[in-house]
């Protein structure tokens, strides 16, 4: 067997086409452009190219994109009044704080402070409880963007058994919620679950989010099952420099499922382009439209 690959790449295209689309909508019908704020805090590489991938596709599909770098040694009072700013702005529908934050500011804190309904992240425990108990909420991005390729996929997921290895409140715990609000029978796993293999073996579905390169082989997928990587591991090459893996072995993967994810190019762009379908979604509600079809949980 030789498992259908997933294409994030071309699913997430396809996302910000119809993100697009919505936007376009908005301002012909309505006179408002969703608009995404950004803040930035220090100068962490990695957390750089990310803020500018996000502004550029923000800009892309017509949105407002507003960007606050601030010096790493900013004070909490000072980067919480101006999330304050951002919430009492009615130009910005989406907030988002780039983590990681430096070690002198409080996270929880942070993020606790966005107003909920412009929490595109889907972090703020407002949000957590929305989705905990069912009811409309801003879905964290990544965990969002799984599920819409799960569906795309398989059409109606009700019934079937998904396992999801990894219990972070960012992946693992939110993916939890969204398949059984899907109707699928989910098992939590993580690094501390007894006989790992044999729970993983059960399952239609596998979402792997635990952070270690390469822990699922092959031989722990069921034949024909669904496999979608959420990792991003870096490690070294034989021949010198480093390649980017997931936390399945793909190759072993690949040769039993039916379907699954690459790394990169799989679950990595979906996740900015479900950031750019939460400030549409954001937008909508704050103006009391109905969220677009096909873009939400």
Same mark, same amino acid.
């Given at each position: 067997m030789s498992a259908t690959v997933i294409d994030g790449k071309a699913f997430a295209a396809k996302v910000r086409g119809q993100v697009a689309?919505?936007?376009?909508?908005? @301002?012909?019908?309505?006179?408002?452009?969703?608009?995404?704020?950004?803040?930035?805090?220090?100068?962490?590489?990695?957390?750089?190219?990310?803020?500018?991938?996000?502004? @550029?596709?923000?800009?892309?599909?017509?949105? @407002?994109?507003?960007?606050? @770098?601030?010096?790493?040694?900013?004070?909490?009072?000072?980067?919480l009044a101006l999330i304050q700013k951002l919430n009492d702005d009615a130009e910005i529908h989406g907030i988002l704080v780039q983590l990681p934050l430096p070690d002198h500011l409080d996270e929880d804190l942070v993020i606790n402070s966005i107003d909920p309904a412009k929490d595109v992240d889907g972090f703020h425990i407002s949000n957590v409880g929305l989705l905990g108990t069912g009811q409309d909420s801003m879905v964290p991005c990544t965990p969002l963007g799984c599920l819409m390729m799960l569906r795309d996929h398989h059409g109606s997921l009700s019934g079937m058994d998904a396992v999801v290895i990894g219990r972070s409140n960012i992946v693992g715990k939110p993916m939890a919620q969204l398949l059984l609000g899907d109707s699928c029978t989910v098992t939590i796993a993580h690094s501390r679950t007894k006989d790992l293999a044999e729970v993983v073996r059960r399952a239609d579905i596998v979402v792997a989010a635990v952070g270690r390169p390469q822990m699922v082989p092959g031989d722990w997928i069921k034949p024909g099952a669904t496999v979608i990587d959420v990792g991003i591991n870096r490690i070294d090459k034989p021949e010198g420099g480093t390649r980017l893996v997931g936390?399945?072995?793909?190759?072993?993967?690949?040769?039993?499922?039916?379907?699954?994810?690459?790394?990169?190019?799989?679950?990595?762009?979906?996740?900015?382009?479900?950031?750019?379908?939460?400030?549409?979604t954001a937008c909508c509600r704050a103006n009391g439209l109905p969220a677009p079809e096909g873009l939400t949980a």
């Amino acid at each position: 067997m030789s498992a259908t690959v997933i294409d994030g790449k071309a699913f997430a295209a396809k996302v910000r086409g119809q993100v697009a689309t919505h936007v376009t909508a908005l @301002k012909q019908d309505h006179g408002i452009t969703p608009g995404l704020a950004v803040v930035l805090v220090g100068e962490d590489p990695a957390s750089q190219v990310y803020v500018r991938s996000k502004g @550029k596709m923000t800009v892309e599909v017509g949105m @407002k994109s507003v960007e606050h @770098k601030l010096d790493a040694d900013t004070s909490e009072a000072d980067l919480l009044a101006l999330i304050q700013k951002l919430n009492d702005d009615a130009e910005i529908h989406g907030i988002l704080v780039q983590l990681p934050l430096p070690d002198h500011l409080d996270e929880d804190l942070v993020i606790n402070s966005i107003d909920p309904a412009k929490d595109v992240d889907g972090f703020h425990i407002s949000n957590v409880g929305l989705l905990g108990t069912g009811q409309d909420s801003m879905v964290p991005c990544t965990p969002l963007g799984c599920l819409m390729m799960l569906r795309d996929h398989h059409g109606s997921l009700s019934g079937m058994d998904a396992v999801v290895i990894g219990r972070s409140n960012i992946v693992g715990k939110p993916m939890a919620q969204l398949l059984l609000g899907d109707s699928c029978t989910v098992t939590i796993a993580h690094s501390r679950t007894k006989d790992l293999a044999e729970v993983v073996r059960r399952a239609d579905i596998v979402v792997a989010a635990v952070g270690r390169p390469q822990m699922v082989p092959g031989d722990w997928i069921k034949p024909g099952a669904t496999v979608i990587d959420v990792g991003i591991n870096r490690i070294d090459k034989p021949e010198g420099g480093t390649r980017l893996v997931g936390d399945v072995d793909y190759e072993s993967c690949a040769a039993v499922a039916g379907a699954i994810t690459p790394v990169p190019g799989g679950v990595g762009p979906m996740t900015i382009a479900c950031l750019l379908a939460n400030t549409v979604t954001a937008c909508c509600r704050a103006n009391g439209l109905p969220a677009p079809e096909g873009l939400t949980a």
